[in-house]
């Protein structure tokens, strides 16, 4: 099978696939913008079991199960908070998404979803974040015998747009 990476323009919590990425905190206890939208889908039992897990520090990545979500599972990766660009972001928002990728392949999901990783209130640029999260993701999967499908759910046009025009670049 031809292995790809999709935009998805909408809510990840919505996607009925192995595998969705939650954008978390370092708590793992829930909060605003896409980590409150995954713990409200997912129910209360999603936060019992990231209270049992105790944290995660900035840029690795816990699975715990899905509960009421259409996912099956959930790999909680903390992305970096924005604070100019010489505070490590953006080697911290590339391990995001390579643990998240290597969690995903050790347990043989085929489909991942990631979320716009630190570009809401981490205030992370779009543009920068994508341009890692592409060329990462890209990069996994040409290498990967498990992944086949990396979806950017992007939850406006504007972030939808800018994974787009990278992945057309990155594909030809
Ligand atoms: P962070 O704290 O890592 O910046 P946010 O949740 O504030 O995380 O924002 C990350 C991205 O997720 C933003 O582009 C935001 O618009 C988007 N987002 C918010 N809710 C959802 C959702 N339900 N599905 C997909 N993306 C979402």
């Known amino acids: 099978m031809r292995k790809r990476l999709t935009v998805y323009e909408g809510d990840i919590t919505e996607l009925p696939i192995d595998v969705i990425v939650n954008a978390a905190n370092s708590t793992l206890l829930g909060g605003a913008g896409v980590d409150g ?24 990545a816990r699975l715990t ?21 010489s505070f490590n972001e953006a ?3 590339e391990d995001c998404y390579r643990n998240s990728l290597n969690i995903a392949e050790e347990h043989h999901f085929n489909k991942i979803a990631f979320p716009s990783i630190s570009t809401g209130s981490y205030g992370y640029p779009v543009e920068m974040a994508a341009v890692i999260a592409v060329n990462v993701c890209k990069f996994f999967i040409d290498s990967s015998e498990i992944i086949e499908e990396i979806i950017f759910a992007c939850f406006d046009r ?8 990278l992945i057309d670049k990155i594909e030809k």
């Open 37 to 60: 939208a995954i713990h409200e889908a997912a129910g209360p039992k999603l936060r019992e079991e990231c209270e049992q897990i105790g944290g995660c520090p900035t840029g690795e």
């Open 65 to 85: 199960k899905g509960y009421a979500l259409p996912a099956r599972w959930v790999i909680h990766t903390v992305g970096p908070i924005w604070q100019g660009g």
């Open 91 to 93: 080697s911290l928002l």
């Open 158 to 165: 504007l972030t939808a747009s800018i994974y787009e025009e």
